[in-house]
């Protein structure tokens, strides 16, 4: 199995250009097709600005020393959402949520747990409610988030390939300030 290890924001800065060949290559694949909203340079913008965001988070998976999957994420204070989908309930708008924005796993990775132990480490003493995070429609991942437990509760229209925005309960969580 992968070596996991975490990281925070600061940390997180140095590997990108790491994280951005994997997930170029990633995001090639269908249903992505290296679809604008997945290229590199967006990558490289927003995440530059996410390593900054409250409760922000990394973990990586290497094996012999490549990098093979991570996950990273921030937290959402209790009335945020994600900027272009519809309105979640308002049980889950009003409570605290860590928002997984990417989960990549390396093709021949797949298929061995590595994305379950990834998102694990990244939700584990979360003190968040709820996990949210957007699922491409018609990706192999959508179909797993749902086995794990994630249930739909708004769609991302605004941008081909169109997602919908999943939550996992995490448990009571802290629905004071985020950390």
Same mark, same amino acid.
């Given at each position: 199995?992968?070596?996991?290890?975490?990281?925070? @924001?600061?940390?997180?800065?140095?590997?990108? +250009?790491?994280?951005?060949? &994997?997930?170029?290559?990633?995001?090639?694949?269908?249903?992505?097709?290296?679809?604008?909203?997945?290229?590199?340079?967006? !990558?490289?913008?927003?995440?530059?600005?996410?390593?900054?965001?409250?409760?922000?988070?990394?973990?990586?998976?290497?094996?012999?020393?490549? %990098?093979? @999957?991570?996950?990273?994420? !921030?937290?959402?204070?209790?009335?945020?959402?994600?900027?272009?989908?519809?309105?979640?309930?308002?049980?889950?708008? /009003?409570?605290?949520?860590?928002?997984?924005?990417?989960?990549?796993?390396?093709?021949?990775?797949?298929?061995?747990? &590595? @994305?379950?132990? %990834?998102? +694990?480490?990244? &939700?584990?003493?979360?003190? /968040?409610?709820?996990?949210? &995070?957007?699922?491409?429609? @018609?990706?192999?991942?959508? /179909?797993?988030?749902?086995?794990?437990?994630?249930?739909?509760?708004?769609?991302?229209?605004? /941008?081909?390939?169109?997602? +919908?925005?999943?939550?996992?309960?995490?448990?009571?969580?802290?629905?004071?300030?985020?950390?």
């Amino acid at each position: 199995m992968a070596e996991v290890q975490s990281y925070d @924001g600061e940390q997180a800065l140095a590997l990108l +250009d790491e994280l951005a060949v &994997l997930y170029e290559r990633v995001y090639a694949e269908p249903p992505y097709n290296s679809a604008p909203k997945f290229s590199r340079a967006r !990558f490289l913008v927003r995440t530059r600005e996410q390593v900054r965001s409250p409760g922000f988070s990394l973990v990586t998976a290497r094996q012999d020393g490549l %990098l093979v @999957g991570f996950a990273f994420g !921030f937290a959402i204070r209790p009335g945020g959402w994600w900027a272009v989908a519809g309105a979640p309930p308002l049980e889950v708008l /009003e409570a605290t949520k860590f928002a997984v924005v990417e989960l990549v796993v390396d093709a021949v990775q797949r298929g061995q747990g &590595l @994305g379950g132990a %990834l998102l +694990d480490a990244l &939700l584990a003493e979360r003190a /968040e409610r709820f996990a949210t &995070l957007a699922a491409v429609i @018609g990706a192999d991942a959508y /179909e797993w988030y749902l086995r794990r437990g994630w249930v739909k509760v708004a769609e991302f229209r605004g /941008e081909p390939p169109y997602s +919908d925005a999943l939550v996992l309960e995490l448990g009571p969580g802290s629905d004071e300030a985020v950390r």
